[in-house]
Nanobody
């Protein structure tokens, strides 16, 4: 099971740190993906965190503002979001890729998925 937390309402330019806590399995064996889905849009991959901590970004617009990390000892992943913009408003999800720890972006319904946490960026 994956559970996201840390979402909320923040003003433009603010920061949030999302957490993805795993239970029932060891997250260390899997790549962690962060996704978001804005109203009326398809879910998109934001970034992937490999088992060794390397981060692969999928959205150019967040490369200088978002950072992914993981703490395998805590069985958790994180998404630090800085300089948030209204366009970042979305439900954010984390996932664990059951193919392994590399960022191959082979995401599908058989992977572990969280229920999502809402991020609203508004003044």
């Amino acid at each position: 099971q994956l559970v996201e937390s840390g979402g909320g309402l923040v003003q433009p330019g603010g920061s949030l740190r999302l957490s993805c806590d795993a239970s029932g399995f060891s997250l260390s064996y899997y790549a962690i993906g962060w996704f978001r889905q804005a109203p009326g849009k398809e879910r998109e991959e934001v970034l992937c965190i490999a088992g060794n901590g390397a981060v692969k970004y999928s959205i150019d617009a967040v490369k200088d503002r978002f950072a992914g990390s993981r703490d395998n000892a805590k069985n958790a992943g994180y998404l630090q979001m800085n300089r948030l913009e209204s366009e970042d408003t979305a439900t954010y999800y984390c996932a664990a890729g059951t193919w392994g720890s590399s960022c191959l972006s082979l995401w599908n319904e058989n992977d572990y998925w969280g229920q999502g946490t809402q991020v609203n960026v508004s003044s």
